[in-house]
Nanobody
Framework: QVQLAESGGGLVQAGESLRLSCAASGRAFSSDAVGWFRQAPGKEREFVAAINWSGGNTKYADSVKGRFTVSRDNAKNTVNLQMDSLKPEDTAVYYC???????????????????WGQGTQVTVSS
């Protein structure tokens, strides 16, 4: 099994940046596809970004495309989500998720993921 822990959340003003990290423990992370999802109060959890096992394929929700960047450092067993030009509507709890997959494409559906972190709160004030 793999355990996931998100970090890097916080309170920022609109237009500022945050960098979230997803650290894996329990086994090597290098053969996992990883996704980022978020859930705002009163809303369903939604897809944000995903990266395949090698880092060669990434996908983004339309709402974050051009502002968020997902990357991975398999040597450090981490996946990062760089969030720039944050907006109040980005306020949510952000979760990372993982599954063993050496497919070429990133996975965008939460039902495909086996492991989840506890989440980190991101709050963007206007």
């Amino acid at each position: 099994q793999v355990q996931l822990a998100e970090s890097g959340g916080g309170l920022v003003q609109a237009g500022e940046s945050l960098r979230l990290s997803c650290a894996a423990s329990g086994r090597a992370f290098s053969s996992d596809a990883v996704g980022w999802f978020r859930q705002a109060p009163g809303k369903e959890r939604e897809f944000v970004a995903a990266i395949n096992w090698s880092g060669g394929n990434t996908k983004y929700a339309d709402s974050v495309k051009g502002r968020f960047t997902v990357s991975r450092d398999n040597a450090k067993n981490t996946v990062n989500l760089q969030m720039d030009s944050l907006k109040p509507e980005d306020t949510a709890v952000y979760y990372c998720a993982a599954r063993l997959s050496t497919l070429l494409f990133a996975i965008t559906t939460e039902e495909e993921y086996d492991y989840w972190g506890q989440g980190t709160q991101v709050t963007v004030s206007s």
